[in-house]
């Protein structure tokens, strides 16, 4: 089993930054890709960024240049730096962890970006 433990959510002007973090525990040997989700309610869960142990990332159009995943391997964790966060980015986010093809996710955090 992984935990995830998500943190750095909250309340942010249009225009401003946050930056997420999530840390694994548990059985993190064979983690491979780390990412982030996000949903808002009455829509499906998407991806926004995710990282392998090897370092290459894939980003949803949505927030290519805007937002940076990035990942600690030695220390089992995954960080979102957002830039430029817009009102459409307000969601829950969610930190998922890839381990021998199971999925295992966070317990979310929230992101409300004000206009």
């Known amino acids: 089993q992984v935990q995830l433990v998500e943190s750095g959510g909250g309340l942010v002007q249009a225009g401003g930054s946050l930056k997420l973090s999530c840390k694994a525990s548990?059985?993190?040997?064979?983690?491979?890709?780390m990412g982030w989700y996000r949903q808002t309610p009455g829509k499906q869960r998407e991806l926004v960024a995710t990282?392998?142990?090897?370092?290459?990332?894939n980003y949803a159009d949505s927030v290519k240049g805007r937002f940076i995943i990035s990942r600690e391997n030695a220390k089992n964790t995954v960080f979102l730096q957002m830039n430029n966060l817009k009102a459409e980015d307000t969601a829950v986010y969610y930190c998922?962890?890839?381990?021998?093809?199971?999925?295992?996710w966070g317990q979310g955090t929230q992101v409300t970006v004000s206009s």
């Open positions: 998922q962890a890839r381990r021998l093809s199971i999925d295992y």
């Open positions: 548990g059985s993190t040997f064979w983690i491979n890709a």
């Open positions: 990282i392998t142990s090897g370092g290459s990332t």
